[in-house]
């Protein structure tokens, strides 16, 4: 925890960004199970670093998987999952990834459009809650500033969940963004790399700063 402040980082791809972002004091490290995205590790490539990466509490990442997908990753040991969802996808699949995970273990991360707000339904089904910038092809990973508006409303509103703030966050924004928004759950991607699934060592040191 960094000044009261949980960091997760995400999109890792190589265990030297691991070990850095450990370093900089992240509270968890982000793996995406995700084929489209650039920074997509893979189950099978994750299970072959595993044993050299730092002991942080590690959130598996995908979007909308499959029962036989999400039952795979929770064997991993995963201290969370972090599941990208369309606003519209049936109550029964969502129900369902909590029943395999549990929901202290559930982040959704529902795509939002922006005049839609989280659903009272979901609020069930997990204690924590990740808001990304809307896109509407992408699942995060824009570099996109999110609506810090509508984040600040669902904590104010649902303040028995813990709530991430997401989307374009880095090191020449974060402060402010924290400022607007009373988060004290981020989640940073893009803004602190160099390419993407590259880590900058620099802008994590910068962002940590920014927080202090």
């Not at 928004?181 to 991607?189: L, S």
């Not at 893009?190 to 390419?195: H, I, L």
Request: charged fraction near 20%; hydrophobic fraction near 45%.
């Amino acid at each position: 925890m960094i000044a009261g402040i949980q960091v997760k980082v995400c999109g890792l791809t190589r265990i030297v960004d691991a070990q850095a972002a450990a370093a900089a004091g992240a509270d968890q490290l982000g793996f995406i199970f995700y084929p489209p995205s650039p920074r997509h590790l893979g189950i099978e490539r994750y299970a072959a670093i595993s044993a050299e990466l730092p002991r942080v509490a590690r959130v598996a990442v995908c979007v909308e998987p499959s029962p036989v997908d999400l039952a795979r990753l929770a064997e991993l040991g995963f201290a969370a999952f972090q599941i990208h969802f369309k606003a519209d996808t049936p109550h029964a699949q969502v129900a369902a990834w909590s029943d395999t995970v549990g929901a202290s273990r559930l982040w959704l991360a529902p795509k939002l459009p922006p005049a839609q707000d989280v659903r009272p339904e979901w609020l069930a089904l997990a204690e924590t809650f990740l808001l990304d910038t809307f896109h509407a092809e992408k699942f995060g990973g824009t570099g996109e500033t999110g609506d810090w508006e509508k984040f600040q409303r669902h904590r104010l509103t649902h303040p028995g969940r813990s709530w991430i703030l997401s989307g374009g966050l880095n090191p020449g924004n974060v402060r402010e963004a924290v400022d607007a928004t009373g988060a004290t759950r981020i989640d940073v991607n893009s803004g602190v790399e160099t390419a993407p699934g590259v880590k900058d060592a620099a802008k994590l040191t910068a962002l940590v700063a920014a927080l202090r």
